[in-house]
């Protein structure tokens, strides 16, 4: 198909109008809260839970240790294949697993929901590897599970090890995740897995209680996410720490219609424990200040007809479904439209054939792509074809007459 570029310094006359008032650029004005340079973390990102899109990064793309962030992963994976009620038994693996820990003893039961809250309130290490077990079959299947869904997510550098984050190595390469794909993997957490109420639930709830399924052991679980009760409009979010990794954290933060979602990887290490709330608030800040949602594009479009080679009609026409739709943009951040269609085509043409796109783009990528079509059929220009209409025509002619 022979596809005429109509971008705003390219059109016709005639198409000038439409680019105008339906695409233009659009250019923002500009907010008062500056870049976040000085962060202390080795990664960090900040990131549009809207569309995915990366608000700031630094050095978003290198793989580091992610420690206990790990265990959104667990927990997302937990609720998708498993049953809050399903009753989950503590191995000699699970009972042997290092600080920070529920200590749970060999053969003791527990919910599966109960553990859950465990996992990421507290953080216990063994309450994660006897989940991953009950929901795996074992920590490797379950870390196959997890590796696979980072996949289905769009990570391509992470590599799970362990499902409680501890450090560790396979064929697959060290436990790590870069930061831009930690904060991926919480936007799926939260705003696209069928669970992500669930998860959201978990990991705001500041305190919880439960007991061995025989009743003889109570836990009490906190939740060390400090945000929570000291940033408005914290909901949710994961702490990490080891040795290797150093601090760490994945959270989200909503106000309004603006929800914005931040990773943190080697952010500072003991006893600098307050480092990733210092960097957590700056990105934040700055992205609840320096981005606004605008209406791109428009609801009402109108084509010119394209030309149709030997079809029995010589033009057809062109329609599409695009309209405005909102997209977070930011301090002098340019978006652009291209209108993309046939110049001509050949019969015969069918009802719905895409013809051409609407794309919006921001710094060269795709944000959004509308798709223009035809709305009716056009047969090919035969003899037969010709007799025919002229059938019609005469029917329809006879008709007329018949009615007056």
């Not at 250019?27 to 080795?42: D, K, R, T």
């Not at 439960?210 to 000291?230: D, I, P």
């Amino acid at each position: 198909m022979n596809l005429r570029k109509r971008i705003l310094k390219q059109v016709t006359a005639g198409i000038l109008s439409l680019v105008l008032a339906g695409c233009p650029v659009f250019l923002l004005p500009v907010y008062s809260a500056e870049v976040p340079e000085a962060l202390y973390s080795a990664g960090a990102v900040l990131m549009d839970a809207d569309s995915g899109r990366v608000l700031y990064g630094k050095n978003e793309s290198e793989p580091y240790a992610m420690a206990s962030t790990t265990k959104i992963m667990t927990c997302i994976l937990a609720l998708e294949l498993g049953e809050p009620e399903q009753i989950v038994t503590f191995s000699k693996t699970a009972a042997s697993m290092p600080d920070v820990q529920m200590n749970a003893k060999e053969g003791e039961q527990y919910y599966l929901k109960d553990l859950l809250y465990s996992t990421m309130l507290e953080s216990h290490n063994d309450s994660a590897v006897a989940v991953a077990e009950a929901i795996g079959g074992s920590v490797e299947g379950f870390t196959n599970l997890m590796d696979r869904k980072a996949e289905a997510i769009g990570c391509r550098q992470t590599n799970f090890v362990t499902p409680n984050g501890l450090d560790g190595t396979d064929e697959g390469g060290e436990h790590v995740a870069t930061a831009e794909e930690l904060a991926l993997i919480l936007r799926y957490c939260i705003s696209i897995s069928s669970k992500a109420g669930e998860f959201i639930k978990i990991t705001g709830t500041p305190a919880y209680e439960f007991q061995e399924l025989n009743g003889k052991r109570y836990v009490t679980c906190n939740n060390h996410n400090a945000l929570l009760t000291s940033y408005d409009g914290a909901f949710t979010g994961k702490t990490g720490f080891t040795g290797k990794a150093g601090y760490c954290y994945t959270g989200a933060a909503k106000r309004e219609d603006k929800t914005m979602i931040i990773a943190l990887l080697g952010a500072g290490w003991y006893p600098n424990k307050s480092l990733k709330w210092k960097d957590a608030r700056k990105l934040l800040d700055y992205g609840f200040e320096n981005f606004e949602y605008q209406q791109l594009g428009k609801d009402e479009w109108h084509f010119e007809e394209i030309p149709v080679i030997d079809g029995m009609e010589k033009t057809v026409e062109i329609t599409t479904d695009a309209k405005t739709f909102p997209y977070l943009l930011g301090k002098g951040e340019l978006a652009q439209c291209k209108v993309e269609y046939a110049e001509q085509l050949q019969a015969p043409v069918e009802k719905n054939m895409v013809v051409g796109t609407i794309t919006y783009e921001l710094k060269g990528v795709i944000i959004e792509q509308f798709q223009i079509y035809t709305t009716e059929d056009v047969e090919k220009s035969t003899f037969w074809n010709r007799v025919k209409k002229w059938l019609r025509s005469i029917q329809d002619f006879v008709g007329i007459l018949i009615n007056k």
